[in-house]
């Protein structure tokens, strides 16, 4: 038996050594005459695999690209093409769709003009995919490119100036355009349009004012939130047992001075709060609202609060106890004994802090996460406060009234109830945090059906484990089904049968802020969602012009919550539908997308040069640098030169309000014509 496992794990290993060079290229740069140049890779491909065309329908297969990230001393001439190559197309069952392919073996190329031998600097990638007929395998390829001045081929002789081309290449446009996606099409604007159409707009806008500005009232429920968060995280296990250590405490400070004892407990209280406010004052004085918002949609960040989520869940299930090493706590907790007065009180708050850390982390987190969404510096730590109160108010009245404890359920069999129902809900909302990474780098591993369907399983096994069907290591034996337990299964058994018909493109306008959005899904059967016309600015804005309509932009993030929210109580109103796809040329920028641009953009903001590399990077800045502002959702309405026509508008669920917004902009925008 171990003579066939050890030749299979041989196989295996063979055929994958073997399949990992299934391609082999050069690069290099040959001279074509006077001054031009030609980027050259060159493949050989092995038989039985192919690689991609540079153009590959949306939701297709990787196609072959060029990023430049710095050229210095040259310019581009037209785009990144094949040549010598026999391009194969076929229809594809499984991406139900046609592309492109090369066998054997292909070639392309990017013409350079070269201004400056002395400066020539070319950094970037070329990046692609080959894959295998017979089984579908496929590996990713990816070339570093480095070429410097002594790269240059020896021949090589400038002739002509840096006017000559920028000519060139500005007559290779519509060349380029072909090769383009469509969300990146280059379009007839000229330079001068493209840079008036980036002209900052900030005072006009003023001059409308806000309509549905709800940014008070959005810290309002940031602020709420936290609270509501702090509630939530009372009732972990993980915070329980910090009551009777709080009563001991307090007991032991103050036997007779009942004055100093209030005092004492207020201070406690007031210590838990600065403790957490802090904290989200140090994150968004480290990293700013804006990265925050930008960490939050970030591959890295998300998978890892997935992973963090999926493992309390799993030990809440009972698979194991996750605690934190006991020398810290304790080193804590004799802390807080030898020292007195406002210190032993503070490392008291700072122990309950620590100690509760595993069951109020994904709660703080979350809560930061959706609080950086709003693009407000202090939205973080107004979050914080509210999550610091609802946990301080009760541990200052138990410090106040020792007492109280007597009245408290002890924990037993109920708590590790407690423990797996927030398992169930860590585990729904850990899909949350892969959704966003999914979407925002295009995956697609977790569309819209997939995440109901495993909500939906979610949920019906916790209704299942409520109604003592569904036992877990260190539950109790439940003799009877207490009315509380059953008014939950109820609950938990109707909310996963109402997410069934979303299978079907149901909006579920409850869950919306969850679930991936509507274009995700695979199939549906409804027909009111609204689906922007354009994801490229300066294409849509073409396109309204020469269609005479105004514009309204729509600033989202596949990590927005409210835009969401909007989308599915706002835009699926049917007068709402029918000015959006009549009335406007809506256009989409998702501020999150993390897509590479074809070339690095360098722009200045705040006195430093910054650098856009990716599609959500050209959008934010564009949001910031034009609109003045960086939260989402965000709607501005435009004339065909960039300028405003109305008020903006930002999370403002009221229907009324919104169709009152776009008629104000249609208004305005006739009155112009």
């Known amino acids: 038996m171990k003579k066939i496992l050890f030749l299979v794990i041989a196989l295996v290993s063979f055929?994958?050594?073997?399949?990992?060079?299934?391609?082999?290229?050069?690069?290099?740069?040959?001279?074509?005459?006077?001054?031009?140049?030609?980027?050259?890779?060159?493949?050989?491909?092995?038989?039985?695999?192919?690689?991609?065309?540079?153009?590959?329908?949306?939701?297709?297969?990787?196609?072959?690209?060029?990023?430049?990230?710095?050229?210095?001393?040259?310019?581009?001439?037209?785009?990144?093409?094949?040549?010598?190559?026999?391009?194969?197309?076929?229809?594809?069952?499984?991406?139900?769709?046609?592309y492109g392919y090369y066998e054997t073996q292909a070639t392309f190329v990017q013409q350079l003009k070269v201004t400056d031998k002395a400066a020539f600097v070319l950094e970037g990638d070329i990046r692609g995919q080959v894959c295998s007929e017979i089984d579908g395998q496929c590996i990713p390829i990816k070339i570093d490119l480095d070429f410097k001045s002594k790269d240059l081929p020896s021949t090589l002789t400038v002739a002509g100036g840096a006017a000559e081309a920028v000519t060139s290449s500005e007559d290779t446009d519509v060349e380029e355009a072909e090769n383009d996606s469509v969300s990146q099409t280059i379009t007839?604007?000229?330079?001068?349009?493209?840079?008036?159409?980036?002209?900052?707009?900030?005072?006009?806008?003023?001059?409308?004012?806000?309509?549905?500005?709800?940014?008070?009232?959005?810290?309002?429920?940031?602020?709420?939130?936290?609270?509501?968060?702090?509630?939530?995280?009372?009732?972990?296990?993980?915070?329980?047992?910090?009551?009777?250590?709080?009563?001991?405490?307090?007991?032991?400070?103050?036997?007779?001075?009942?004055?100093?004892?209030i005092r004492d407990a207020v201070t406690y209280g007031i210590g838990i709060i600065i403790i957490y406010v802090t904290l989200g004052l140090l994150i968004t004085g480290i990293f700013g609202a804006s990265a925050l918002n930008d960490l939050s949609t970030s591959a890295l960040f998300n998978l890892i609060f997935f992973g963090?989520?999926?493992?309390?869940?799993?030990?809440?299930?009972?698979?194991?106890?996750?605690?934190?090493?006991?020398?810290?706590?304790?080193?804590?907790?004799?802390?807080?004994?030898?020292?007195?007065?406002?210190?032993?009180?503070?490392?008291?708050?700072?122990?309950?802090?620590?100690?509760?850390?595993?069951?109020?982390?994904?709660?703080?987190?979350?809560?930061?996460?959706?609080?950086?969404?709003?693009?407000?510096?202090?939205a973080p730590a107004i979050g914080m406060l509210g999550f610091a109160i609802a946990l301080a108010i009760p541990f200052t009245m138990f410090a106040i009234f020792p007492s109280l404890l007597e009245s408290m359920p002890k924990s037993g069999g109920w708590l590790n109830s407690v423990k797996v129902v927030l398992g169930f809900l860590e585990l729904a909302l850990a899909l949350k945090f892969l959704s966003v990474a999914d979407l925002a780098y295009g995956w697609g591993i977790l569309d819209r059906e997939v995440f109901l369907v495993l909500w939906i399983v979610i949920f019906v096994l916790l209704g299942v484990y409520l109604l003592g069907k569904l036992k877990l290591p260190h539950d109790s034996d439940l003799k009877y089904v207490s009315v509380p337990r059953l008014f939950l299964a109820i609950i938990s058994f109707a909310f996963a049968v109402y997410m069934v018909p979303g299978l079907w493109g149901a909006p579920l306008k409850a869950i919306s802020a969850f679930s991936p959005p509507l274009f995700t899904q695979d199939f549906s059967l409804y027909k009111g969602e609204v689906h922007a016309m354009f994801d490229d600015y300066e294409s849509?804005?073409?396109?309204?012009?020469?269609?005479?309509?105004?514009?309204?932009?729509?600033?989202?993030?596949?990590?927005?919550?409210?835009?969401?929210?909007?989308?599915?109580?706002v835009w699926t109103d049917a007068h709402v539908k029918d000015i959006l796809e009549k009335d406007y040329v809506l256009i989409t920028l998702m501020v999150d997308d993390k897509k590479k641009l074809p070339e690095v953009i360098e722009v200045q903001e705040n006195g430093k040069t910054s650098k856009l590399k990716t599609i959500g990077d050209k959008w934010s800045y564009l949001q910031r640098h034009k609109f003045g502002t960086n939260s989402q959702p965000y709607y501005v309405l435009l004339d065909n030169e960039g300028k405003p026509i109305g008020p903006s508008y930002a999370y403002n669920e009221d229907v009324s309000e919104y169709i009152k917004f776009l008629n104000i902009g249609l208004e305005n925008y006739k009155k112009q014509k």
């Open 540 to 569: 849509g804005m073409e396109y309204a012009r020469r269609n005479n309509k105004p514009v309204m932009i729509d600033f989202s993030g596949y990590g927005c919550v409210n835009c969401r929210k909007m989308e599915a109580s």
């Open 15 to 98: 055929s994958s050594i073997y399949a990992q060079n299934p391609a082999t290229w050069t690069v290099n740069l040959v001279d074509k005459g006077n001054g031009n140049v030609e980027l050259t890779a060159k493949f050989k491909i092995e038989p039985t695999w192919h690689i991609f065309d540079l153009t590959v329908p949306e939701g297709g297969p990787m196609p072959t690209t060029i990023a430049i990230d710095k050229l210095s001393g040259a310019t581009k001439v037209g785009s990144f093409k094949a040549v010598d190559s026999k391009l194969k197309k076929k229809y594809d069952d499984i991406f139900q769709m046609e």
């Open 308 to 378: 963090l989520l999926v493992l309390f869940a799993v030990s809440f299930f009972g698979a194991f106890e996750m605690v934190l090493p006991s020398s810290w706590t304790n080193k804590m907790d004799s802390k807080a004994d030898s020292t007195t007065g406002i210190i032993s009180i503070f490392f008291m708050a700072f122990t309950l802090a620590l100690v509760s850390f595993s069951c109020t982390g994904p709660i703080i987190g979350t809560l930061l996460v959706q609080a950086a969404g709003s693009g407000s510096m202090i």
């Open 188 to 261: 007839p604007l000229t330079e001068g349009e493209i840079s008036s159409l980036w002209k900052p707009v900030i005072s006009e806008l003023k001059t409308y004012g806000a309509a549905g500005d709800t940014s008070d009232q959005s810290i309002l429920w940031i602020f709420f939130g936290g609270f509501l968060g702090g509630l939530v995280a009372l009732l972990t296990p993980c915070v329980w047992p910090m009551i009777p250590m709080t009563v001991s405490f307090f007991l032991k400070r103050n036997k007779k001075d009942r004055a100093k004892a």
